[in-house]
């Protein structure tokens, strides 16, 4: 990996709910390095989207951050002043969000909305936003930006309204993209439109992109390294061949023994039994995953659990690795 | 074989308003004369991008929408002349179920599972008596391994899994021959729905159940369907044996929606891109390939005489001038 450009350190975050405290981050540790492209990987509800809206200081106002750090480029993002935080916001970092048609604003025309974060962050005159519009627009290969520009989401195929996300997102020249699940409820055809684009843009401007997905097949194909994640904690980090080829966390080896395209027929298929642990719990195991693990020993049940270097760039958080 | 489910042209236009007293009537052509035959036990695949009419045939096929023209038979018996409300109380509906996408939107919030389940029953076997309606609900929450420690929860406290469970349970509760499914895992993560495809391809085994299974996923129906069905803009491009379509797809369009799959390991051939929307199912031109102007290999035959579906081989048809 190059230098990393964000950098996430002991990231703890809990949620404070009438039915107890959750721990819906423990202890995540990443980085994302300049023009690199990492998927952070998890089922639902393993804190995959938090961590995203950690960074982008969106979480919800239940959410605590307890400790930890974010860095970006060296400096920590987390002791920011709010105004900072917001120039920061939309400038430095952006993100896309999962749905399309609910992240954009019904009742304005996309190319307001594209011109809305271009004035916020680097006012110009109106003729210049509307030139700087279309440009963005033709970045994200829209058909006919100048007709376009003036269209409703409605009146706009869901591909296309991701496009404009995205096209908002880098309106002005980010250095990190987190994308949020930005292709679920499109078509294959069209997600495989949307995920080339964003990486050549990503290739084409050393951005930077935490891609956010369940799919691992769609990390893998896209992807410089990946980020497994299960209840809140980072399980395994590595280069995505070596992932697909030499899983080590029993997590991980399961996950891809549940993607269709990996096996030859149904039978093959293995779905992961049980479900994510309560996190309200207050006796988790120090592994998350050892009641659904069929490697567990006891020694995984004693004591804090650290992701050890198993090979250069490769770390895996378990007692009994494969 | 005799089929189960026989379509011949089945037709769905949707009238549009018109736009002035005197501009002409338009139609939007969701599915445009489409032919399929299912045997008993068989499990097809329908495949296609969003708009491709698939959810429609799907739903013309479980009668819950009227057909425009065209004809449906289920067993032998013309099942099309009956109107979708008058269908919805004949016998027939019964052997028909359907298995809908989003399992948290299809399902009733206020009930709790053996209402969802019951549901079906009492409304099409409704001369059963209290004993008959648990044991029948009991044993299709088994059938799907449901537990039954699950029975009396609401939707909200099941996981998507299991609400995708209870879907499928409630379907074939009342025994159906053919159960229609609308993609009904895009909403499962990757690890569950590995689950709810086995558990699909054991009703079909062991009940003899027939799937029509509609997904824009064809290395998900590759692994469930003997046999792949790909429709673009309401007609049928290719089908035949699911093995043989997916190793290769004849159409070009068949072949992009192949390629657009990401793949765990690195491809061996470069992928084939669409760029471009479909064009609108409204007054598109007959005289011409529907395909037009996203297909990598158009010809200028192609822009002159729309294609019809043809054989390719003993069990395939290919709607395309130059596949081969």
Redesign the interface.
């Known amino acids: 990996m190059t230098q990393p450009l964000l950098s996430l350190r002991g990231l703890t975050v809990d949620f404070v709910t009438r039915s107890g405290t959750v721990n819906v981050l423990d202890d995540v540790a990443f980085d994302i390095g300049l023009g690199e492209i990492v998927g952070i990987i998890g ?2 509800g393993s804190g995959k989207s938090v961590t995203a809206y950690s960074v982008m200081g969106i979480l919800d106002r239940a959410a605590r951050i307890r400790t930890g750090e974010i860095l970006f480029d060296g400096t920590d993002v987390l002791r920011m002043s709010r105004a900072a935080r917001d120039r920061w916001r939309g400038k430095d970092a952006a993100i896309v969000f999962q749905n399309p048609r609910t992240a954009l604003n019904p009742i304005r025309t996309v190319g307001d909305q594209i011109a809305d974060v271009m004035a916020r962050h680097t006012p110009a005159s109106a003729a210049e936003l509307r030139a700087r519009t279309v440009a963005a627009l033709k970045q994200v290969r829209a ?1 006919d930006p100048e007709r376009r520009m003036h269209a409703y989401p409605f009146e706009l ?4 309204c991701q496009r404009v996300g995205i096209a908002i997102a880098l309106a002005c020249a980010p250095r990190l993209l987190i994308a949020d699940e930005p292709t679920t409820g499109l ?7 949307v ?2 684009l964003i990486r050549s843009l990503a290739r084409s401007r050393a951005l930077s992109v935490a891609l956010i997905t ?5 990390a ?3 992807c410089d390294r990946l980020v497994i994640m299960h209840a809140g904690h980072v399980v395994e980090v590595a280069p995505t061949a070596r992932i ?1 080829a030499a899983a080590r966390h029993p997590y991980t080896a ?3 023994r ?6 030859a ?3 093959e ?4 039994e049980g ?1 994510l642990p309560d996190l309200r719990r207050r006796d988790l195991p120090p592994c998350r995953f050892a009641e659904r693990c069929d490697r567990r020993r006891p020694a995984c049940d004693a004591g804090r659990l650290v992701p050890q270097a198993v090979a250069p760039g490769h770390t895996v958080a378990c007692r009994n690795p494969l | 074989m005799t089929a189960l489910l026989e379509a011949r042209g089945l037709t769905k236009y949707y009238p549009l308003r018109r736009p002035g007293p005197f501009a002409p009537r338009q139609q939007l052509r969701a599915v445009d004369g489409v032919d399929l035959t299912i045997v008993p036990g068989e499990a097809v695949g329908l495949v296609g991008e969003s708009g491709c009419g698939k959810s429609t045939l799907a739903r013309l096929v479980c009668r819950l929408l009227d057909p425009t023209a065209g004809t449906l038979r289920l067993n032998g018996t013309e099942i099309s002349t009956l109107s979708a409300s008058a269908f919805a109380r004949s016998a027939a509906r019964r052997q028909i179920q359907m298995v809908f996408q989003d399992p948290t939107e299809s399902l009733n919030p206020r009930f709790p599972v053996f209402e969802l389940i019951a549901d079906p029953i009492r409304r099409l076997l409704p001369r059963e008596g209290r004993a008959a309606l648990r044991a029948r609900v009991a044993a299709a929450a088994a059938a799907v391994n449901l537990p039954p420690e699950l029975i009396d929860r609401f939707p909200h406290q099941l996981s998507g899994g299991q609400k995708a469970r209870v879907g499928i349970a409630r379907a074939i509760a009342v025994g159906p021959q053919l159960l229609v499914l609308d993609e009904p895992t895009s909403a499962l993560d990757v690890s569950v729905q590995a689950t709810v495809l086995q558990l699909l391809d054991r009703l079909r085994r062991e009940r003899g159940i027939a799937l029509l299974f509609v997904s824009h996923d064809l290395n998900v129906v590759r692994l469930l369907c003997d046999r792949i069905v790909v429709m673009y803009l309401g007609q049928v491009v290719e089908s035949g044996p699911a093995a043989a379509v997916y190793a290769a797809p004849a159409h070009p369009y068949a072949r992009a929606l192949l390629s657009a799959i990401p793949s765990l390991t690195p491809r061996e051939q470069a992928r084939t891109r669409l760029d471009g929307d479909p064009q609108s199912p409204i007054g598109a031109p007959l005289d011409r390939c529907r395909f037009c102007g996203r297909c990598p290999e158009e010809q200028p035959e192609c822009g002159r005489r729309a294609p019809a579906l043809r054989p390719l081989d003993a069990e395939r048809q290919v709607r395309c001038h130059f596949a081969r």
Do not use: K
């Open positions: 089922e639902s058909p195929s869901g591909g296309l078509d294959v055809t069209t997600q495989a439109v995920m080339d369940h799919d691992l097949a769609l893998a194909e896209y697909v399961r996950l891809l549940s993607v269709p395209a990996q096996v027929s149904i039978g298929l293995q779905a992961i479900a």
